[in-house]
């Protein structure tokens, strides 16, 4: 190794040789690319009993298009009060390739009878499939903590955004929740 006489150039030799090395470590550590998204947990309920407006669906039947998962229970305040934006999203964005899966994760007994979740749905004017998931099983898969929740997956089953909290058309949440959906469906 070539020895400086000057102690700054021996210190800048020495930070030059470390930085490429750090550098050369991070490139093939895959520092420099956007961390892989995960893969969206299959749906873990089969049973058409626990199906609302749709057969037991699986994750592929929703392959090339942008899904949109709500999480919520029919006594959940900021659940209900988000179906008018979730039914507006459904709109402006379903011609486009949006699809939309409810999960309804109970949070008190009542919330567990399937008569009482059906009528709910009606009453909410809910069209689009509901997965009932009184065990929390998908809840679980998902790792979530929250009523409402929103899960964003990508056409090929990613999971590309994580959104909670009542949300109202316009306001910051619904915004990012869209403008997500939208790039996604141009993906």
């Known amino acids: 190794m070539l020895m400086s006489t000057h102690p700054i150039q021996s210190i800048l030799h020495t930070v030059t040789r470390v930085s490429g090395t750090l550098l050369t470590i991070l490139l093939l550590c895959g520092a420099n690319a956007a961390p892989p998204a995960e ?10 009993a626990d199906w609302i407006n749709s057969p037991p669906l699986k994750l592929e039947n929703f392959r ?18 988000s179906f008018p934006w979730l039914k507006g999203v459904e709109a402006k964005f379903g011609p486009q390739g949006l699809a939309l899966l409810g ?8 919330e567990q009878v399937r008569d009482n979740v059906v009528a709910k749905v009606k009453e909410f004017g809910l ?35 994580r959104f909670v909290g009542e949300t109202h058309a316009d306001d910051a949440r619904a915004r990012k929740i869209e403008a997500l959906i939208a790039k996604l469906i141009e993906e």
């Open 39 to 48: 893969r969206a947990p299959e749906f873990t309920h089969t049973a058409t």
């Open 64 to 81: 090339g298009r942008v899904l949109l998962i709500d999480v919520w229970a029919f006594e959940c305040w900021n659940c209900f009060h």
């Open 103 to 110: 999960v309804h994760s109970p949070e008190f007994p009542n």
């Open 127 to 161: 069209k689009h499939p509901v997965m009932l998931d009184n065990d929390f099983s998908y809840w679980k898969a998902l790792d979530n903590e929250y009523w409402p929740a929103y899960y964003v997956i990508d056409k090929q089953g990613r999971v590309r955004g």
